[in-house]
């Protein structure tokens, strides 16, 4: 049901925004003064000023604008017939038509650039104007044969080149006075996912960052106008992306955008903070900046809001200045680092300091310093979009007062439940966990990205180790050369899928005929194609201080499920079976697994994990104290593999399961495997893998097993002969460890009924940790991992105890033999409830 104006405003109201606008229209006066301002800003932003441009630090960034418009000159000079840009055939093509308005923005912004050589050249904005027009005219103002190919193209990604292009040459529009409200008009047609040439609300395409940069381009479009009314509109209309998120309490039932527990969704169900998360970062943070002053919006409240993105968002999720791959979506096959996604962030982040609360501003600078000392790549200012950005971003390291920190503690672990991914973080190491369930996609495939995706959210981790270049442990090449059956921490059956371009031809499955509507953006296209959601709802977890006890049912997506309704040659793949926990703890990541086995008659594999490195590294692996040089299957109840050359290591306690096969091979492929548009560039790296075989003739089996991230052999041995882990129960039913140095029992319980364990009681699913510290004191943490339950209810046995202190919703109260514990978990979608208790 679309929302009315009247309860749109009620909403951002009871979110605080309303106060972000100002109560009543400008003059005519005040209008012209703010557009001024506002366009005099959005110039400064992207071509930076006489000032900035003058510093020594700009001048790589001013060489490359100059040199990405001499290229496109050049371009435009030897283009042939029907084209405008050398190459770029127009017609039939919609990115080719978008790259050519982003050549033409291209060069336009060197002639604004304070310190190019191409400043003011009125031959070359005149060639820039003239381009525009020939494209109008030929290939985009006719809408009755335009907005062919991807959407976005035509709703955002022309009218960004378009809408910047003429900012920057507003002084010079006086050649052709119709040509603004020409482009302002075809621009409004093309927002057909719009209603009446504006922005829907309620539609699924206008949400996030897609909304941010539909909502920044229609301010400037109304800047260059004069008219308020578009302006006011459109941030109205962009002040929803600053609302949290309540899931259940949907505004034009909108799952994209933030959440509270930190997690950022896009495309409605996929973890997305670092692809899109860091797009609508970089859209809202650039708005902030080019509002400054204009009169238009009180910009500066919004800034403790998008202070909270960057520090509970998209910190944890940054190791050592790397954007871990679990909230990058399709990205993860795209050849441009983890180092280069942090980059965007850093400069988002530079920029709010400038817009922040002095403490706001001191954290920011101080992360910016941080994110610098950590990283192992070099970061390049000259990547960023602003050259005034690379002036504050150049002060801020010269700044000998500012103390280099992160934005939370080195010894955390976070669970962004909303988004069904875990971080783990120690000093030495961070562990990064990909789940899903029946509200979030396991993967996300599209326009031939991220190929071979089937096991991303099955429970898959990476296990970053400090002091490394991730580059040489993760990123596209990591995809490129582990196996997809074989990625860490994953469950698979034993077959050969198909990617989608191998199915069907094409990169989607095209069949709008059927009742379904199968076309490149259609609904069904997203539901069983692009990013299909499971069928359980168990996953999630709970957090104790730094510790973690996190759980999934793995399920099959909903294709399966839906098989009678989707076309005959549509094809599902049936998943393997699981029923897993991770507990985490300081120096061991304890997984239990059970109920795994293949299914329907197939054979399955577990792999505990998977590690690459260069092919010429020193990479040792040891088993139970011997050398291990080839690949096999092996009974150990300890493995270790260790790169010399870069002074890392990982070890793996196997607690119970059966023999494990050891791989060790050499493999080289094409980055194309995994996206089609990549560089055909064959990629070699050292693979190792640690897998549990599951005969497809075999009962479900049981598996339990430790991460040691940075272990040696000593602390192997002793963590495998010892009593410092003790697996309590591993079922389908309950799964529970002890950690008898911590005084630490983790549980998660999957079914209806009551489970004990150590002297632990709790009644049907949930997620718990409790530790007794001495004294008489007891810490507890509970959540509801199905996110459905109204109520927790559990029962510490012994002692009567007394709450000392707790979240809202904890009830305490004796119990004969004990303490029973209640927690209203209702409507809390999955974050825990903690409690200290004492007696």
Not at 40 to 52: D, H, I, K, L, P
Request: charged share 20%.
């Amino acid at each position: 049901m679309e929302l009315t104006r009247r309860q749109l405003m009620s909403a951002l109201s009871a979110a605080g925004l309303l106060a972000v606008l100002p109560a009543s229209p400008a003059s005519a006066a005040a209008t012209a003064e703010g557009s001024a301002r506002l366009l005099a800003n959005t110039v400064a932003v992207f071509a930076g000023t006489a000032e900035s441009n003058a510093r020594p630090e700009t001048a790589a960034k001013l060489a490359a604008i100059v040199a990405t418009a001499k290229a496109g000159l050049k371009s435009l000079d030897e283009a042939g017939p029907g084209e405008l840009f050398k190459g770029l055939a127009l017609g039939t093509n919609d990115a080719n038509l978008n790259t050519a308005y982003r050549q033409l923005y291209e060069i336009a912004l060197a002639t604004r650039a304070p310190g190019s050589e191409l400043l003011d050249s009125a031959p070359v904005q005149r060639r820039v104007l003239d381009g525009l027009v020939w494209l109008h005219e030929r290939y985009y103002g006719d809408q009755s044969k335009g907005y062919y190919g991807n959407w976005f193209n035509w709703e955002i990604g022309i009218s960004q080149s378009v809408t910047k292009t003429l900012v920057l040459l507003a002084d010079s529009l006086a050649g052709h006075p119709d040509l603004l409200r020409t482009y302002v008009a075809s621009m409004d047609a093309y927002l057909r996912n719009g209603t009446a040439g504006d922005v829907n609300l309620d539609s699924r395409f206008h949400t996030g960052a897609n909304l941010a940069d539909i909502t920044t381009n229609r301010i400037l479009q109304g800047a260059l106008l004069g008219d308020e009314n578009r302006i006011r509109k459109a941030l109205t209309d962009q002040l929803t992306v600053f609302v949290t998120i309540d899931p259940y309490h949907l505004k034009h039932n909108v799952t994209d955008g933030h959440y509270a527990d930190g997690s950022f969704i896009q495309h409605g169900s996929v973890a997305y903070t670092g692809s899109y998360g860091k797009g609508l970062l970089t859209r809202v943070v650039q708005t902030l900046k080019i509002l400054d002053g204009s009169g238009f919006a009180h910009g500066e409240a919004l800034a403790p809001t998008v202070f909270k993105w960057v520090r509970d968002g998209f910190a944890p999720l940054i190791f050592e200045g790397w954007m871990m791959e679990i909230v990058k979506g399709r990205a993860v096959s795209r050849t441009a680092t983890g180092y280069a996604d942090v980059a965007v962030i850093v400069e988002a982040a530079v920029d709010l300091a400038s817009l922040a609360t002095a403490a706001d501003a001191t954290a920011l600078r101080q992360y910016v310093k941080y994110l610098r000392s950590t990283s192992k790549a070099p970061l390049d200012p000259a990547a960023f979009v602003s050259p005034i950005s690379v002036v504050r971003y150049t002060e801020i390291l010269a700044d000998t007062a500012l103390t280099p920190a992160d934005l939370g503690p080195a010894e955390r672990s976070v669970a962004f439940n909303a988004m069904d991914k875990t971080v783990h973080r120690r000093p030495g190491y961070a562990f990064a966990l990909a789940r899903s369930s029946s509200r979030i996609s396991k993967y996300e495939y599209m326009s031939g990205e991220n190929l071979m995706p089937w096991f991303q959210g099955e429970g898959a981790h990476h296990l970053y180790l400090t002091g490394q270049d991730q580059t040489q442990a993760y990123g596209v090449d990591y995809y490129t050369t582990v196996s997809p059956y074989g990625l860490a921490g994953v469950t698979a059956p034993v077959e050969q899928r198909r990617t989608i371009p191998e199915s069907y031809g094409t990169p989607y499955y095209d069949n709008p005929g059927h009742p379904l509507n199968f076309t490149p953006s259609s609904e069904s296209q997203n539901t069983y194609v692009y990013f299909p959601r499971g069928l359980a709802d168990h996953s999630g977890g709970a957090v104790l201080g730094a510790y973690g006890a996190v759980a999934m049912v793995q399920s099959s997506d909903v294709g399966v499920r839906d098989r009678e309704l989707l076309p005959a040659d549509f094809v599902v793949y049936r998943n393997a079976t699981a029923t897993k926990s991770w507990f985490l703890f300081d120096d061991e990541i304890v997984v239990l697994a059970a109920g795994v086995s293949g299914d329907e008659g197939r054979a399955g594999t577990t792999t505990v994990d998977a590690r690459v490195a260069l092919p010429g590294d020193e990479v040792t692996v040891t088993g139970d104290g011997r050398a291990l040089t080839s690949s096999g299957t092996r009974q150990l109840t300890w493995l270790r593999w260790a790169n010399a050359t870069r002074g890392s290591a990982v070890g793996y306690v196997l607690l119970a399961g059966g023999p494990v096969r050891v791989g060790l091979e050499n493999v080289t492929r094409s980055r194309r495997v995994v996206r089609t548009s990549n560089p055909d560039t064959a990629v070699s790296r050292s693979v190792f893998s640690a897998t549990y075989d599951h005969p497809a003739s075999a009962e479900p089996a049981a598996l339990a097993y430790a991460l040691l991230p940075g272990a040696s052999e000593d602390d192997l041995r002793a963590c495998a002969v010892g009593d410092r882990l003790r697996v309590l129960s591993n079922t389908s039913r309950l799964q529970a460890v002890q950690h008898t140095g911590l005084g630490l029992v983790a549980l998660n319980s999957f079914t209806q009924g009551r489970h004990h364990a150590a002297g632990v009681s709790v009644d049907g699913p949930a997620s718990v940790l409790v530790r007794r510290t001495g004294r008489g004191r007891t810490s507890l943490a509970v959540a509801d991992p199905t996110t459905r339950r109204s109520t927790v209810s559990l029962v510490l046995h012994g002692r009567r105890l007394r709450l000392d202190e707790g979240d809202e919703g904890v009830r305490v109260t004796p119990v004969p033999g004990g303490t029973r514990v209640e927690v209203d978990v209702h409507q809390a979608y999955g974050r825990s409830f903690t409690a200290d208790l004492v007696g």
